[in-house]
């Protein structure tokens, strides 16, 4: 069974932090790359950070380098992705995503390589 369920969202003011979960099932944990990925209002979705989930390697936009940190707990199937910094232009909806399978498993923030989305979970920096 497909399942992405994002949490850890809310309001905060610029210069501060939140942290996101996704909890993903099994069955797309074990796809290999999980991904963030952002959407403003007005606004293209935007891939934010990716994981292999065996190995370990991210990825990052560079928008958000040196700020947002992406980890794992391979045990409880949960990606995060820690939001340090903060500024108001990081307001979005941000969506857990989970890659197709169909591209050999090679991982990066690119949205075509996902195949498997989460319903998202609203973040909004106040300056």
């Known amino acids: 069974q497909v399942q992405l369920v994002e949490s850890g969202g809310g309001s905060v003011q610029a210069g501060g932090s939140l942290r996101l979960s996704c909890a993903a099932s099994?069955?797309?944990?074990?796809?290999?790359?999980l991904g963030w990925f952002r959407q403003a209002p007005g606004k293209e979705r935007e891939g934010v950070a990716a994981?292999?989930?065996?190995?370990?390697?991210?990825y990052y936009a560079d928008s958000v380098k040196g700020r947002f940190t992406i980890s794992q707990d391979n045990a409880k199937n949960i990606v995060y992705l820690q939001m340090d910094s903060l500024k108001p232009e990081d307001t979005a909806m941000y969506y857990c995503?989970?890659?197709?399978?169909?591209?050999?498993?090679?991982?990066?923030?690119?949205?075509?390589?996902?195949?498997?989305w989460g319903q998202g979970t609203q973040v909004t920096v106040s300056s």
């Open positions: 995503a989970a890659e197709s399978g169909n591209f050999g498993g090679y991982c990066n923030t690119y949205e075509y390589l996902f195949g498997y």
């Open positions: 099994s069955y797309v944990y074990s796809t290999a790359c």
């Open positions: 994981i292999v989930t065996g190995s370990g390697s991210t």
